[in-house]
């Protein structure tokens, strides 16, 4: 079993900037982990999480990985979780590289179909539009939950631009909430981009039926 990764460097004091991992991060945990063989078979070079918080996904891949084999990008736009972010890849011994940023938009031209393992734990809860506006906006810890109408409004943005970012073997884990039509984004991403989707995990938190997402390029047919 790998541990969790050590954020006994963070307080509560950042906790009340800095979303603090919960159901949702650690079923986003489990499912690299069960896949760990196969990402190390991935030889994976680049590494980019979308919206890493406190940097607990990250440096928990960087465990599964091996600190000197891969570059590890994160983006925020929550300037306290990239010192976060930061600071946790150095408790941990990851030497993860967060840049300030919504999604992957200073990155997508230079990581042009680069990418091996692309995370995405985003803002799912469904809110009330002006909410999630606010929360972006303000770039504050309201950021990491509040996802507007369907909970998807965040989410629709980086899918048009997964295929553009992965490596030709790469993978994108997305974690959703059944809220958010399950079905409808594994139909949208093959439909649209060729990218097969699965559930790699599910479980229930409370009134939340979460689920981790896992998308490929297409197979050729043999």
């Not at 963070?10 to 979303?19: M, T």
């Not at 943005?157 to 039509?181: C, H, M, W």
């Not at 594994?186 to 229930?204: D, N």
Request: charged share 25%.
């Amino acid at each position: 079993m790998i541990p969790t990764p050590d954020l006994s460097h963070l307080k509560s004091a950042d906790f009340e900037h800095v979303y603090e991992p919960a159901e949702d991060t650690f079923i986003l945990l489990d499912a690299l982990e069960e896949d760990a063989n196969d990402l190390r078979d991935l030889q994976p070079r680049t590494c980019l999480e979308i919206g890493s918080g406190s940097g607990c996904v990250t440096a928990f891949l960087g465990s599964i990985l091996g600190s000197a084999s891969s570059l590890y990008l994160t983006t925020d736009i929550n300037p306290y979780a990239c010192k976060c972010t930061k600071t946790t890849g150095a408790q941990n011994k990851v030497p993860i590289e967060p840049l300030l940023a919504s999604l992957a938009s200073p990155l997508r031209r230079r990581l042009r179909r680069s990418v091996d393992i692309l995370l995405f734990n985003p803002p799912y809860v469904p809110t009330e539009s002006d909410e999630a506006d606010s929360a972006q906006q303000h770039a504050d810890i309201a950021g990491a939950w509040a996802g507007g109408r369907d909970g998807m409004v965040l989410t629709d943005i980086l899918l048009e631009q997964v295929e553009s970012l992965l490596s030709p073997t790469g993978r994108f884990y997305l974690v959703a909430v059944k809220q958010n039509d399950i079905k409808g984004i594994c139909q949208r991403m093959l439909e649209r981009h060729g990218l097969q989707g699965e559930v790699a995990l599910q479980r229930r938190a409370g009134r939340e039926h979460l689920f981790v997402l896992r998308f490929r390029r297409q197979q050729p047919a043999t």
